[in-house]
């Protein structure tokens, strides 16, 4: 990694994001063997901003980078588990953010949907109050 991009980092986790996003978006483009044209004709946007994107350009929109990472069917995961780092204020540990992070990605959204089951069905179960012994012989 650059010293630029590690004092970037630690300055704008924003701006790292958007490096690492528009390196795996272009890599994902090229891989489907789709031009700039052809992507950005798909999405909405001009050939110009798209080259932006792909370049980690720091005024590129999130949701833009969002946008190419749906349509080439990427994991979000490169985009949104960095931030979620930076929200907690620690270190995004960078050897992730070359990888595939999908399966990190699916660990969090099964660990919030398992604890918003266990807090429903919490909320759903009657507390029953305690059956009372039987005190004397029964019948």
Known sequence: MSQMLATSVAESPILYVKVQSGRQIEEARKKRRLTQRE???????GVRWLREIEGGNPRSRLDDHL????????????ILIPLLFAGQRMCFPHQLATGDLSDLERMCIELIAQRNLDHLTRALTPAWPAAAAPVGPSL
Request: aromatic share 6%; net charge positive; charged share 15%.
């Open 67 to 78: 946008a190419c990472a749906y349509r080439l069917g990427l994991s979000t995961g490169h």
């Open 39 to 45: 992507l950005a004709r798909e999405l909405g946007m």
